[in-house]
């Protein structure tokens, strides 16, 4: 089974500061596919960046880049010139693909001060 | 526009009654899932389904059922087996094997009273 562990409960930053967040996830499968999902107060939850396991080079979207270390099984999400609109919860999530089960972490919290 | 709607965005429900909760969307995805959300416990999955009338469990799937008799709607009954129901609900599809991008609704706070 796969399991996605965010270890952080909440962060904190200045705005227009740079923030990471942290994600380690556990699968034996090679192939596989990692979100980030960013949940702001109205609860709707959206897609910020993916990654897929194959690609080598890391993910980017703008102001949001991720650190994918493979062999570490770490996905960590880098949030650059953080803004107030920034402020959300924060979801890893691992999908094999093929419609399986998308398994998220338990989120963190980010919270970035004016 | 497409997307995915739940209705409704809150309900209330007496102790030992049933209660649905729809799910529809109009993205012509073929999976689609349910997912609890609680304080400090993320996201966790009840149920999903790959395609039309095939469905399986997630990992707190108890107290729960639901159907997939149309591509488009995904239905969730909170039956009187569910010790602790309050919480909040959101649905999610995915369009395919290539691209994997969850869509979710605007979820259902539902609570017990």
């Known amino acids: 089974a796969q399991t996605v562990t965010q270890s952080q409960p909440e962060m904190s930053v200045q705005e227009a500061e740079t923030v990471t967040l942290s994600c380690t996830y556990d699968t034996s499968e090679n192939n596989y596919y990692l979100f980030w999902y960013k949940q702001p107060p109205s609860r709707q939850m959206i897609l910020v960046i993916r990654?897929?396991?194959?690609?080598?080079q890391n993910a980017t979207e703008n102001r949001f880049s991720v650190n994918f270390q493979k062999a570490a099984k770490s996905f960590s999400l880098k949030i650059s010139d953080s803004q107030l609109g920034d402020t959300a919860m924060y979801f890893c999530?691992?999908?094999?693909?093929?419609?399986?089960?998308?398994?998220f972490g338990k989120g963190i919290t980010l919270s970035v001060r004016p | 526009d497409g997307g995915i709607t739940q209705s409704p965005k809150y309900l209330f429900r007496k102790e030992g009654q049933n209660v649905t909760l729809s799910c529809e969307q109009n993205?012509?995805?073929?999976?689609m899932y349910w997912y609890r959300q609680d304080p400090g416990q993320g996201l966790r999955l009840i149920y999903y389904?790959?395609?039309?009338?095939?469905?399986q469990k997630g990992d707190i799937a108890e107290g729960y059922s639901v159907s997939r008799e149309k591509k488009e709607s995904f239905p969730l009954t909170v039956t009187s087996a569910q010790k602790n129901p309050t919480a909040f609900y959101l649905c999610?599809?995915?369009?395919?094997?290539?691209?994997?991008?969850?869509?979710f609704g605007q979820g259902t706070r539902l609570t017990v009273v």
């Open positions: 389904s790959q395609i039309v009338n095939d469905f």
């Open positions: 999530a691992f999908d094999l693909g093929a419609n399986s089960k998308l398994t």
């Open positions: 990654q897929e396991a194959y690609k080598q």
């Open positions: 993205l012509n995805h073929d999976a």
């Open positions: 999610a599809s995915i369009e395919s094997v290539v691209n994997t991008e969850a869509f």
